[in-house]
Nanobody, 122 residues
Framework: EVQLVESGGGLVQAGGSLRLSCAASGFSFDDYVIGWFRQAPGKEREGVSC????????YYADSVKGRFTISSDNAKNTVYLQMNNLKPEDTAVYVC???????????????WGKGTLVTVSS
């Protein structure tokens, strides 16, 4: 059974930090792009950051460049998203996803987690 289990969300003040974790199981982790997407109320889903488990290449949305860092521990089949200098506009449900097609885009992701809520207060 494929599972993507997110953890690490919560409430933080603007300027603060959180680290999200995505633990994956049930598929060949090394063959996938693993990424984080977010959706705020009334807004479209946004691809935040992705990492290739095979070569470590990364993608960041312009809105988070310089503040967020994605990393992968292939031994643990876990991807992390370190979020620093958080802003109220980062408030959203953050969902982990995995895709075999090499693109950090929602339609190309095969598996999705249930999400974790990040709330940034001003």
């Amino acid at each position: 059974e494929v599972q993507l289990v997110e953890s690490g969300g919560g409430l933080v003040q603007a300027g603060g930090s959180l680290r999200l974790s995505c633990a994956a199981s049930g598929f060949s982790f090394d063959d996938y792009v693993i990424g984080w997407f977010r959706q705020a109320p009334g807004k479209e889903r946004e691809g935040v950051s992705c990492i290739s488990s095979s070569d470590g290449s990364t993608y960041y949305a312009d809105s988070v460049k310089g503040r967020f860092t994605i990393s992968s521990d292939n031994a643990k089949n876990t991807v992390y998203l370190q979020m620093n200098n958080l802003k109220p506009e980062d408030t959203a449900v953050y969902v982990c996803a995995a895709g075999r097609y090499g693109y950090c885009l929602g339609p190309f992701m095969n598996y999705w987690g249930k999400g974790t809520l990040v709330t940034v207060s001003s």
